[in-house]
Each structure stands twice: as C-alpha cells, then as structure tokens.
C-alpha cells in the first residue's frame, strides 16, 4: 500500500501522560500536514511541513504539542502532559510541491481519560 | 474571514434519491474547493475538485460547480446508493494563506434501502 499511514491507529492514555504519533507520507511527498479532528466536526489544521522545515502553526498547537520531521519523510507528533480536551482524531495527510490535493491517512484516535 | 459552511445533517434519503448538500466559503482570494468523503472506520478520500470559478468537479455520479458570484460549491447526485452512506466534507484551499484546507463541519449522509 502507497497511501499515506499512521500508527498506532488507536492510543488511550491516563491525563498527564505523553503520547507520540507518527506519520509515513506518500513517498517523494514532500509536503506533510497534521489536523486535529474532533466528534461531530470537520478536521482542523495544526501544522504543516515543507521536506523538513515546519513553516506553519496553528493557534490550535500549544506548546504541549510538539512536531518533528527530521529527515524530510516521517513526521512524529508528541502531546505531553495530556488533557482530556486533546481527546480527538488525529489526521496526517501529505501533498507533492505546489499542488493543492491532499492524500490523507487513517488517522490516529486519541482518548485521554 | 476564511471559512467553510456547510449544511448540517443528518440527511437521510431513500435509495436513487436526489441528493444535494449546500456548501458555501468565504474567502478574500481564489480559492481551490474541495469535496471530501468520510466512509465509516476509514480515513478521508477526496471526492472532487475545482481549481477556477465555473469548473465542474466530478466523480462516481457526484457533481460541485464552482460559483463565484454565490460563494457555493454545492454537492449534487442524481441517484444516490446505500453506499453513499457516510460524511461529506466540503474544504477551501487557499495559497499563500497557510497552505492548508479549511473544512466545513462536516454532513452526515444516510441512504436507506
């Protein structure tokens, strides 16, 4: 499968811990985003990746949240210190240079309790 | 400001119904308009596109125009299946303002037999 994947595509985790997720791009995809999606809603943006460079962040992204892509392939995102108000689906989804389509993975559902 | 509205559901239509899910943007530039489908347990798929006022995104039987003069990328479909079942996402893209897509919330499509 080429698509675009995340894993684990499902995590619970205890309020206060920290969670890392991790997203494969389509490969020679060099534009990787990462949105939150919440019960009921549309998804939202958090961040976004040009090969290794994060160029743009949410107001959504507080400084618990953290993003990684250091080789320009793989992204991570780590949440630390959890609150059950970061109970959601967390979406990865990856474009190639200036085009607008987005491809998007299975997604990662997060339950804090 | 920027952002995508679009009708709530859910709706729920007889099998070979006629289908229309109103969605409207507002945006300051020209935007790229987006359908995207959510099938149960599965990630988001892109339905259809338009990139340019009066282009037509198609796809297995769905129709959007692209209207500028009423801000409306409205889905349609003639005959609707049980398979249609599922969540449709009506999204903006728009360049140089931070290359994400902006969704709407989101419409829960049911088809019954």
Redesign the interface.
């Given at each position: 499968d080429t698509g675009?994947s995340q894993d684990p595509r499902h995590k619970i985790t205890k309020r206060g811990q920290n969670v890392t997720f991790r997203c494969d791009p389509i490969s020679e995809h060099n534009?990787l985003?990462w949105?939150r999606q919440t019960l009921?809603?549309?998804?939202?943006?958090l961040t976004?990746f040009q090969n290794e460079a994060q160029?743009?962040k949410?107001r959504l992204l507080s400084d618990r949240f953290s993003a990684e892509r250091p080789k320009g392939s793989f992204s991570t995102l780590e949440i630390q210190r959890t609150e059950q108000g970061d109970s959601a689906m967390y979406?990865c989804?990856s474009s190639l240079g200036q085009t607008?389509?987005?491809?998007?993975?299975?997604?990662t559902r997060l339950t804090v309790l | 400001g920027n952002s995508v509205t679009q009708m709530e559901g859910p709706v729920t239509l007889s099998e070979e119904a006629f289908l229309t899910i109103n969605c409207t943007y507002t945006a300051t530039g020209y935007p790229s308009l987006f359908w995207y489908v959510q099938y149960p347990g599965e990630g988001l798929q892109l339905l259809l596109k338009a990139t340019k006022a009066d282009d037509k995104g198609s796809n297995k039987g769905f129709e959007a125009t692209y209207r500028k003069e009423t801000t409306s990328f409205h889905l349609e479909k003639g005959s609707v299946q049980v398979s249609d079942s599922a969540v449709y996402f009506c999204a903006r893209y728009l360049n140089n303002a931070g290359n994400m897509l902006t969704f709407g919330g989101g419409t829960r499509l049911m088809v019954k037999p």
């Open positions: 675009v534009r985003y949105y009921g809603q549309g998804p939202e943006f976004y160029l743009e949410s979406l989804a607008n389509e987005q491809f998007f993975g299975p997604g | -």
